[in-house]
């Protein structure tokens, strides 16, 4: 059996397929080190799965969520846990049930996996980077760049998708789905960045907004995100709470321009604000209002946000009129920007879109078109929000693609 890629969905094919002793596992990988982009996951923590129920596991994959009811049946995050910790890694589990090493080290994973691959005898090929596939009647061939090709009777791809090309995974996988006949649902970034069309976010970058809460709209459409953290980069804004609407986002944008709005103080109504100036600006007296705000934004936002509000920062606290504070209020619980687009997809944490699941059997990973391929991993048409859920998916969907890619070898 020959696994090509090897990130987390290929090693555990690999793995399951050894533990079921096919006689030859071959893990092919163009790197010369296992799982690079594992190592990222994160923050470099490695966020491998979540304790969430079946149900909302699934419906973190959106509309193809239901695919991976069967999978997760199999193999699911209980059973990473136990996969990890009978061999000594412990896990912990944090806010919103997000579950990490408990070395807070992406490597302890990675390192854990290419010892249990050594030690199940699985034959890994580093530096081996496949340039195409052949499917002959009884044999599937592999051919490399600068290695002799090797032919197998199960091939299980599990190159991942075309995010993060530096980590290895080019879209290579996408371009043989084709080849051989399957669909690819069209490639778009998730978990990605949006570019603003306003540029002071240059002046804010690297600043992390807490406690936040973001509503992009179009028309009638509408995405409010929960309370949670946002950041301003060079390019616009970025941070968990627009990485989880991203793909949303970007359906917005295919009919038109989007306007996000930042409501910068969640805890306090629009009324509840204006009564806080009514105290507070008068009792200030002739202080500066940029140095009234110091309470109320980070410092690097005073100025663009004063700005946007169009009032003077130099202003006297006690000279600021009602119009001037009702701008404030408004200001203070919707500071907008125009979205412009998306990053590219080599800046999403996960590829949306790749080859349909309605060519792939959920009950064994195998492709319905060309029997003995197997597809895995982020390669599938398979991606969630953020918190664990996409590498579990890996995980999962290799477990399947290994155990039945061997349970077929053994009744033949
Ligand atoms: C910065 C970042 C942070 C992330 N954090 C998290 C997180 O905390 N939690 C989470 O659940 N998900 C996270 N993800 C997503 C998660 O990493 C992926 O969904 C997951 O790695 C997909 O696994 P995979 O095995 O399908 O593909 P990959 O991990 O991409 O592995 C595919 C492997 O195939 C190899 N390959 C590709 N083409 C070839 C070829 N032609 N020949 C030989 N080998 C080839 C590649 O080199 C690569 O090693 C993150 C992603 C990024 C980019």
Known sequence: MVIIGGGPAGIMAALRAAELQVPSVVLVERNASLARKLGLTGKGRCNVTNDAPVEEFCLRFGKNGVFLRGVFSRFFSGDLAVFFEDRGLKLKTERQGRVFPETDSSSSIVSLLSSELKKMKVDVRLRH?????????????????????????????????????????????????????????PLRAGLVPLETKETFVKDVQGLALKNVRLTFSQGRHR????????????????GPLVLDVSAAVADLLDQGGVQVSIDLKVGLSSQELDKKFQDELPAAGSAKLGNYFKSLLPGRLIDIFLRAAQVDPEKKCHQITAMERRHLVVTLKAFRAAVKRTRPLSEGMVTCGGVSLKEINPKTMESRIVPGVYFCGEVLDLAASSGGYNLQAAFSTGYVAGESAALSLEAK
């Open 129 to 185: 980077c496949v340039g195409k596939i052949k499917i002959e009647p009884d044999r599937k061939i592999v051919f490399f760049e600068g290695a002799e090709p090797i032919a197998t009777e199960r091939l299980i791809i599990a190159v991942g998708g075309s995010s993060f090309p530096v980590t290895g995974s080019a879209g290579d996988g996408f371009a043989w789905a084709r080849q051989i006949g399957h669909t690819v649902v």
């Open 223 to 238: 995405i409010e995100t929960p309370i949670g953290e946002m950041l301003f980069t060079h390019f616009g804004i970025s």
